[in-house]
């Protein structure tokens, strides 16, 4: 079996025990999401997909700021024990959120046509530009996250297909259907006021 394979299954195993984690809202999912970023950079260096190579150093950054954030960013005025609990994103953010994806994306795409061979690099770029964004909104715990990685999630799943990497598709199609039920999910956890489901 080759080593691409080898990875691709490794990474979706680890990938599977991310998004449930993620579903769960549990502090441990960036234990994992420390990991399965490592592997990841290896299988999409290999496979070709730069802009997913170079977002997954941004995923080892942010998992550490998001363990931080979820670990010391208590709510104001709450218990310290308590966790951060999940909320909506403030309407403020769209336009910045907006701005950053458009702005990332067209300079992604442009280093990757510029320096590199990608034949994908309009899509691997969009969808590098739209993670930058559903990373951050997850390490804030805000329940929008999950809208941004169905959207990404799709895209990634025919990506993968056409880029060869069947294991990582199939596990980007999972993340798209468990993503749904994660948006529904976290709004029943801010309804019910609840920060993670132990």
């Known amino acids: 079996m080759e080593t691409l394979t080898i990875l691709d299954i490794i990474g979706t195993i680890i990938g599977l025990v991310y998004i449930w984690l993620e579903y769960k809202a549990s502090i441990y999912l960036w234990i994992v999401g420390v990991i399965m970023p490592a592997i990841y950079i290896i299988v999409y260096y290999k496979a070709g997909l730069f802009a997913d190579f170079g977002i997954n150093i941004y995923y080892l950054i942010a998992a550490v700021y998001g363990w931080l954030v979820w670990q010391f960013g208590k709510k104001h005025?709450?218990?310290?024990?308590?966790?951060?609990?999940?909320?909506?994103?403030?309407?403020?953010?769209?336009?910045?959120?907006?701005?950053?994806?458009?702005?990332?994306?067209?300079?992604?795409?442009?280093?990757?046509?510029?320096?590199?061979?990608?034949?994908?690099?309009?899509?691997?770029?969009?969808?590098?530009?739209?993670?930058?964004?559903?990373?951050?909104?997850?390490?804030?715990?805000?329940?929008?996250?999950?809208?941004?990685?169905?959207?990404?999630?799709i895209l990634c799943c025919g990506l993968y297909i056409y880029k060869g990497i069947p294991f990582t598709a199939f596990l980007y199609g999972v993340y798209a259907i468990i993503a749904i039920f994660g948006y529904y999910k976290w709004k029943k956890m801010i309804k019910d006021g609840i920060s993670s489901d132990k």
């Open 77 to 153: 005025g709450q218990d310290s024990d308590e966790e951060l609990p999940v909320t909506h994103a403030k309407i403020k953010y769209i336009l910045p959120c907006t701005v950053i994806a458009i702005a990332l994306w067209l300079v992604i795409a442009w280093i990757l046509i510029k320096f590199t061979n990608s034949n994908v690099p309009w899509l691997d770029s969009f969808v590098t530009a739209l993670s930058v964004i559903g990373m951050w909104l997850l390490t804030r715990k805000y329940v929008e996250q999950w809208l941004v990685w169905i959207v990404v999630d």
